[in-house]
């Protein structure tokens, strides 16, 4: 740990988001604080620990520190995250234009009806561009890209804006290690049940939510040789659902609804952690999800389970 600055006491907070090892003086003896700094003043820090509970420490009583450093999701490149969560939600017809990843499932999310533009497209970008509509149009779909932040694309959001394309709200690419996910919600209060496939229960409370039951929908959803579909039931109806996907370390987490009427109860961090566990008894370490930015009871959720923004995205859309 860092040595005590003057008068034996540390002074000035690290930069909100680090993680600390703290140790802290009290009336019975030393302890140990281990969390993320999530607000700070003269006087006191607030900690969230891997539990995702909230410790004020008061500065005076703070002996030495040390900074955690961030785990292998954090320092994963955005090219790396944004790859293997291309194989966690695998479009339906896919082809490749250099770097680029063209992806089309009947309409059946943003994500699996986009070109995912990361790296080079292999061809000056109006020709690229001209590729990408003619390849939609045969599939009678609009044309749009993703474009991840830092994905070895720097400069394609100015290009795309120049060119009258029209950028989307922006979401969020969070990622975490499971296991700190795990400490978040140790002893779930609902049993979660895991399936290999979605029942016809899972895909009800699917559509309940408002999302699309089309068979490209089933096919897309179960499109992964490694896909896990959790579920919270309750007498004969599921309430809250999640799907996670393993690739190699890597473990996405999609799909997480909880039924209106059963919302405010926890459901959503019980469905998700299940999901993540049985990905981590299958050999998982990392976890990725997306969000949009807007949804912020969403990201305050993922945040007590110790997910953090690793980088954003946005869609844009073909002019006319």
């Not at 070109?115 to 109006?126: F, K, M, S």
Request: net charge neutral; charged share 20%.
């Amino acid at each position: 740990m860092t040595s005590p600055t003057s008068g034996g006491r540390i002074s000035g907070a690290p930069e909100i988001g680090t993680t600390l090892t703290l140790r802290v003086a009290t009336p019975v003896g030393s302890i140990s604080v281990v969390g993320e700094l999530v607000d700070a003043d003269e006087a006191r820090w607030s900690i969230r620990r891997r539990d995702g509970s909230l410790t004020l420490v008061e500065v005076s009583s703070i002996e030495a520190q040390r900074v955690v450093p961030p785990g292998r999701s954090q320092v994963a490149t955005p090219l790396e995250v944004e790859q293997v969560a291309a194989l966690g939600w695998r479009a339906v017809d896919t082809a490749r234009l250099g770097d680029w990843l063209l992806r089309a499932s009947g309409g059946f999310t943003s994500r699996a009806n986009s070109v995912l533009a990361i790296g080079d497209p292999g061809r000056p970008l109006d020709e690229a561009l001209a590729s990408v509509k003619a390849w939609y149009a045969d599939r009678h779909l609009p044309a749009n890209i993703q474009v991840p932040e830092g994905a070895g694309n720097d400069g394609l959001a100015e290009q795309l804006r120049d060119r009258g394309w029209q950028v989307s709200p922006g979401v969020h690419v969070m990622t975490g290690e499971i296991a700190h996910s795990l400490r978040a919600l140790p002893a779930p209060a609902y049993e979660v049940r895991i399936e290999a496939e979605p029942d016809d229960a899972w895909m009800g409370c699917y559509a309940r939510v408002g999302n699309e039951v089309s068979a490209v929908a089933r096919q897309l959803l179960t499109n992964h040789p490694a896909a896990i579909f959790a579920s919270i039931r309750e007498r004969d109806e599921v309430v809250a659902i999640a799907r996670s996907a393993i690739d190699g370390k890597w473990a996405g987490l999609f799909a997480v609804e909880v039924m209106p009427d059963h919302r405010r109860r926890g459901l959503g961090a019980v469905v998700s952690v299940g999901a993540l566990r049985e990905a981590a008894r299958r050999g998982a370490r990392r976890s990725y999800l997306q969000c949009s930015i807007d949804n912020t009871a969403a990201v305050e959720l993922y945040t007590r389970l110790n997910l953090k923004v690793h980088h954003n995205y946005v869609y844009y859309a073909a002019p006319d």
